[in-house]
């Protein structure tokens, strides 16, 4: 049987494709992330962390305070009178704060403090993630997140464990138009759409106890496993790549940031630094 020239070119053409798409996703799957050093931090208990050019701004839970810290550690400033910092945001240089206890939203800008307006209620604010004009906000015992675009709400999530449903979010990023949710005591972080259309579900099935944070960018997602001590990486796609446990101890809180991701270590008042190894 013959078979067209033209036939036999569109193969050849899409095995090119698909070849160069699977080195791509296996260069990206050999991608390692290796522990570079770690950060003392004396007497800061750090939930947050935002990057800011070469300093780091964390969020002190014991202190009530935020701090700006070089990347040895050196403090180079501090805002006193918080209630209970948890994780924290940055966009235009302003540092947005959630206070948990307050239930309001700090904006630290130019070294004085302001207020941002919330247009819903909450109980205990554990996180806050900004994208533009939009605003994500963790609403913790209330088992849902509060999403804000200008004068629009749309509330996502409600108590349970089923898809869609919230149990005690912590943590909230949002990356590409989608919504990363750390489902803290459902052990999973979710991802849905700015609808609040649920999409898909990453961590359960490794086996996350407490997922207390998460961090994506436009190639990872990194999920804090507080409980087990460990932080995993995933592709975009949910695909685990990682797990890494050295220098990590009951972390709080990740951040991709350029070619390092930092982690927080709570218990311990230090910084664990990973840099990317590309194999």
């Known amino acids: 049987m013959k078979i067209s020239i033209h036939i036999i070119s569109f193969l050849l053409v899409l095995l090119v494709i ?32 935002v990057a800011q050019g070469n300093f780091l701004w964390l969020s002190d839970v014991a202190n009530n305070r935020i701090v ?26 302003k540092i947005y704060v959630p206070e948990y206890t307050s239930d309001t939203v700090k904006i630290i800008e130019n070294g004085t403090v302001s207020t941002f307006a919330l247009k819903e209620n909450t109980d205990a604010i554990a996180g806050i993630a900004i994208d533009g004009n939009t605003f994500a906000v963790t609403d913790f015992y209330n088992h849902r997140i509060i999403f804000q675009q200008d004068d629009k709400v749309t509330i996502i999530g409600k108590e349970g464990h089923n898809d869609g449903e919230l149990y005690y979010p912590t943590d909230v990023d949002i990356n590409n138009d989608l919504i990363y949710v750390a489902d803290a005591y459902n052990n999973r972080v979710q991802v849905f759409d700015l609808k609040g259309k649920f999409l898909n579900d990453i961590g359960n099935q490794d086996r996350v106890n407490v997922a207390s944070a998460v961090s994506v960018n436009g190639s990872y997602i990194a ?57």
């Open 18 to 49: 698909l070849g160069c798409s699977e080195n791509k996703k296996k260069k990206q799957e050999a991608t390692n992330w290796k522990f570079s050093k770690e950060i003392p931090l004396g007497n800061i208990s750090p939930i947050g962390i």
């Open 68 to 93: 700006k810290i070089d990347l040895d550690g050196t403090m180079i400033e501090s805002f006193d009178g918080f209630q209970r910092p948890m994780h924290i945001a940055i966009q235009e240089d």
């Open 223 to 279: 999920i804090a496993d507080q409980e087990n001590s460990r932080v995993l990486i995933y592709n975009i796609d949910g695909f685990l790549l990682q797990i890494l446990e050295e220098n990590i101890n009951y972390p709080t809180e990740v951040l991709l940031d350029k070619e390092n991701l930092y982690i927080a270590n709570f218990k311990e008042n230090t910084l664990s630094v990973y840099i990317i190894m590309e194999i």
